[in-house]
C-alpha cells in the first residue's frame, strides 16, 4: 500500500462566524443552526454542536460550518481562513 496525495472537492458550504453572545448574535446562529444550546462556563460563552463524532463546543471567533449533508460543526477561525474562500 502506498502514500497518495488527494484535494478536497470544490464544495460550497454555509457558514456563520460566531463573534460575540449578543442576543441578536445568537439569534442568528439559532435561525441557521434551526436551534442552539448555549452555555457559560470557567471556559468562556460556548454553543453546543451535536456532530457526528459527539458534542463539539464553538467559541467566540469560531465558525459555525453547515456540511454538505445538512450537518453541523463548529471551526477554528484561523483553520477556516485557511481552508475556504468566500464565493
Known amino acids: 500500500m502506498e502514500v497518495r496525495k488527494f ?7 454555509e457558514a456563520i462566524h460566531f463573534i460575540d453572545n449578543k ?5 442568528r446562529i439559532g435561525k441557521f443552526m434551526g ?4 452555555s457559560d ?8 454542536i451535536d456532530t457526528l463524532e459527539g ?6 471567533g469560531d465558525w459555525i ?3 454538505v449533508n ?4 463548529p ?3 484561523e483553520i477556516f481562513k485557511k481552508t475556504y474562500e468566500e464565493v
Do not use: L, R
Request: glycine share 12%; aromatic share 10%.
Open 7 to 13: 484535494k478536497k472537492k470544490p464544495v460550497i458550504i
Open 23 to 27: 442576543p441578536e448574535t445568537i439569534a
Open 35 to 38: 436551534g442552539c444550546c448555549t
Open 41 to 48: 462556563s470557567m471556559e468562556g460563552f460556548f454553543i453546543q
Open 55 to 60: 458534542t463539539m463546543k464553538a467559541g467566540i
Open 65 to 67: 460550518i453547515k456540511g
Open 70 to 73: 445538512g450537518e453541523f460543526y
Open 75 to 77: 471551526c477554528k477561525d
